[in-house]
């Protein structure tokens, strides 16, 4: 053989390379549209995920001392979980552009104006948006309860969230009775508020 003939099988061998370089990288690509797709599409249970997922630790349950934590509300007034404590309270996270959180939106409101009068106190908090898009948020809704905006995640994280809405139920005793995550209907609102304001 010359030094400088090309042995035949070389040329097919390169060719095999680049056909295998180019099915890993198809593959990978499918892999990530697949992850982008599952990540934000809402999850048919009404949980939108949020981006990284919650920190770590277990989330507060039914039972528990909810975490206390000190904000500032849109009016600027301030406001904390141990402020509420002796009366029922909602504590609910969403964000306006989360859709199962909009799709719930005017039950929730409406849900808190008609068991105000019963002593009912409503916090939300809004994840990864800043206190300008909570305020023209609110307002288009028509949202009367005090919001906090949590642009870092910093409460968000107290509470272990990894998707939204999730609705923490808090006794006058300032323990959790019931945790929900997902998107609630009517009739859930109306059951889980009614067994607050009673209990």
Known sequence: MDAMEIPASRPVSLAAG??????????AAILVAVVA?????PADDGVT????????GSPPRAG?????FQATALDGSAVSIAA???QPTWLTFGASWCPDCRAEATDLQATYAKYKPQGLAV????IQEDQAAVQDYAKRVGFTFPMVADPSGRIADLYRTYGIPIHFFI????????????????????????????G
Do not use: Y
Not at 18 to 26: E, G, N, S
Not at 37 to 41: M, N, Q
Not at 173 to 195: T, Y
């Open 171 to 198: 006794g006058r005793d300032g323990l959790i009775r019931d945790v929900r995550i997902g998107r609630l209907s009517p009739g859930d609102m109306e059951q889980l508020v009614q067994q607050l304001v009673k």
């Open 49 to 56: 995920l949020l981006p990284g997922g919650a920190a770590a």
């Open 84 to 86: 509420l404590k002796g």
């Open 64 to 68: 528990n001392v909810p975490p206390d």
């Open 123 to 126: 916090l939300g908090v809004f």
């Open 37 to 41: 797709w599952v990540v934000d599409k």
């Open 18 to 27: 680049r056909l295998r370089t180019i099915l890993v990288l198809a593959v």
